[in-house]
């Protein structure tokens, strides 16, 4: 469940992250059936206005990655937590595993909402007990020379990863995926 990062924006639907994820995981030899969720534009409260029909009987886990919407938009931390949490509450509900992705805010909303914001994730992560990834673009971020990595592994629109920059994503997430997916088997 997630916005344009996860419903692979400006790129053809073989090269976004849930297909590439999906190969990813089967490479490693997990037996996974991905199902998209990604809304582009979408917000936390987006997210908690569709989970309970986004999440089918069939759904064994869930990727929660939401809020870059709320940040981009200037949504008050405290209503994109809330509205996470909501979607964490349906998850329980459903006794379903969750990787909760977070989302880094910049510094344009002045120090006390990045860290507010950017504290959230962790914070819930340890409430509900969900599995946590710091950053869905940290595959990229986290690259020596920033600068150059965002050149060259993100779009021209300076938010979407290309297809490229979705591999490194994939490549840096991939083993907290795997964590999901046996936490899934086990339960």
């Known amino acids: 469940m997630g916005d344009s990062l996860t ?7 073989e090269a976004g992250f849930v297909p ?11 037996e996974v059936e991905l199902l998209n969720a990604g809304v582009s534009g979408d917000t936390t409260a987006g ?19 939401l809020g870059a919407n709320d940040v981009l938009r200037g949504i008050a931390p ?3 937590r809330a509205n996470l949490a909501g979607i964490l509450d349906a998850a329980a509900a459903r006794d379903l595993p969750v990787l909760l992705v977070g ?18 994730y962790p914070e819930l992560a340890e409430t ?12 990229v971020t986290s690259l020596p020379d920033r600068a150059a990595a965002l050149a060259k592994y993100i779009q021209p629109d ?21 964590n999901l997916v046996e936490r899934a088997q086990n339960r």
């Open 20 to 30: 590439q994820l999906e190969r990813w995981l089967t490479a490693k030899g997990a």
């Open 103 to 120: 989302v880094v805010a910049p510094p344009n909303y002045g120090p006390d909402y990045k860290r507010a914001f950017d504290v959230m």
């Open 78 to 80: 405290e209503v994109a």
């Open 47 to 65: 997210g908690l206005a569709r989970v309970n029909w986004s999440l089918d009987d069939n759904a064994d886990a869930m990727i929660l990655a």
């Open 158 to 178: 300076g938010l979407h990863p290309n297809a490229d920059g979705v591999a490194l994503v994939v490549d840096a997430m991939g083993p907290s995926v795997l």
């Open 7 to 13: 419903q692979g924006f400006g790129l053809v639907p």
């Open 128 to 139: 509900y007990g969900t599995l946590y990834f710091q950053d869905f673009l940290f595959g």
